[in-house]
């Protein structure tokens, strides 16, 4: 067993907030390098956490010898190029979602991680909330009979300020949008629980602030969606017959935030919200019972949330693996599963452009 993995960081928005946070509270694991696309950003992050060595790109980081796992939490149209080049220096690869720009982006991602034999991972870290985990196992042990219906509401209001700066988060050349960034966690998560996969999408994606200003105050189009529509048929599984499926993501609605998922089978329902609690019900009781359920670690320094407790699970699992040579966790998002994903991702775009039902692959 290795006594130490050595972690290289590129990207300090998410991975400043969540990743390094998690990663520092891990047992065998010690962040040696860290980059970004603003070195001043870089050089603040590695001050405040300790982190010795600072990259002037993302390549630097691959390039270390003393870097053993590349984290990618990068905008969405670099996460190809600085993927296949960790792959390439035998690095293992933990890669933000969405995966890649497109399907074919992550064909080659998945194909080139499988010929190297390294361990490559997409960052759902939701799929380690204990709560989420426990609906799996539920639904698997025929709680609800077979799945007919699946729903999820999403609703945030981080980007309703008009006055929040223009980045690449508007920017659909760079990946930006509530399709990839949430949409991405929603199909994955819908896959991972059910067992199924996507057959057919509906999506109506609109843009509600069309307009911001740069940092340079000059004004730019919006190009992404900041409210997504979807609605899914899944194909028939173990667990699902005839299942359908409809999610509403929002970045711009007012007031409490949710994370709600709903699932309806045969014989009762799961709900789980985004802390990670679970209520279900059988057909006739006319109201939920709380699952007891443990919410998880969640590491020094990380705020209270879903993904904060998901990545401190996940991250520990990925040191463990990797410490042990192995390159695969159970139960994790692998690259093929982001290709899967993807495939959802691009068809739910084809289907906003000419307004119909769209077949997957």
């Known amino acids: 067993m290795k006594n130490e993995v050595r972690i290289g960081i590129i990207g300090t928005g998410f991975a400043r907030s969540t990743q390094i946070p998690a990663f520092k509270n891990c047992e065998g694991a010690r962040i040696v390098a860290i980059a970004s696309g603003h070195r001043e950003n870089a050089e603040a992050v590695a001050r405040e956490f300790g982190i010795e060595n600072v990259e002037d790109d993302g390549r630097g980081v691959i390039a270390r010898d003393d870097v053993d796992l590349v984290s990618i939490v990068t905008p ?135 307009q911001r200003n740069d940092e340079t105050g000059k004004t730019r189009e919006v190009t992404t969606d900041d409210e997504a529509n979807l609605l899914l048929r899944f194909a028939d599984s173990e667990l699902t017959e005839g299942a359908t499926g409809n999610a509403s993501i929002s970045m711009v609605e007012s007031g409490a935030s949710a994370h709600l998922i709903g699932i309806f089978g045969s014989r009762g329902a799961l709900k789980i919200d985004g802390n990670g609690y679970v209520w279900s019900a059988k057909t006739g009781d006319g109201d939920w019972t709380s699952v007891e359920t443990d919410r998880g670690e969640l590491a020094p320094a990380m705020a209270e949330g879903s ?39 691009d068809a739910a775009r084809r289907s906003n452009e000419i307004g119909c039902w769209e077949k997957i692959g």
Not at 93 to 100: Q, S
């Open 76 to 210: 969405v149209a670099t996460h190809c190029e600085l993927t296949l080049a960790a792959i390439d220096h035998g690095k293992a690869v933990l890669c933000e979602k969405p995966m890649a720009m497109n399907a074919d982006e992550a064909r080659r991602m998945a194909d080139r991680a499988q010929a190297k034999g390294v361990m490559a991972l997409i960052d759902h870290e939701l799929r380690f909330l204990p709560g989420r985990c426990k609906a799996r196992e539920m639904l698997r042990g025929g709680d609800i009979g077979k799945i007919k219906h699946v729903q999820l509401t999403f609703r945030s209001d981080s980007r309703a300020d008009v006055n929040r700066p223009w980045n690449w988060w508007s920017d659909i050349t760079r990946g930006g949008g509530a399709l990839g960034a949430i949409g991405s966690h929603v199909i994955d998560g819908f896959r991972w629980l059910l067992g199924a996969e996507v057959a057919e999408v509906f999506a109506d994606l609109v843009t509600h602030i069309r």
């Open 307 to 345: 993904w904060s407790r998901g990545f401190t699970a996940f991250s520990q699992k990925i040191v463990d693996a990797l410490r042990e040579g192995k390159t695969v966790i159970d139960g994790a998002a692998t690259f093929e599963d982001g290709y899967r994903t993807q495939l959802v991702l």
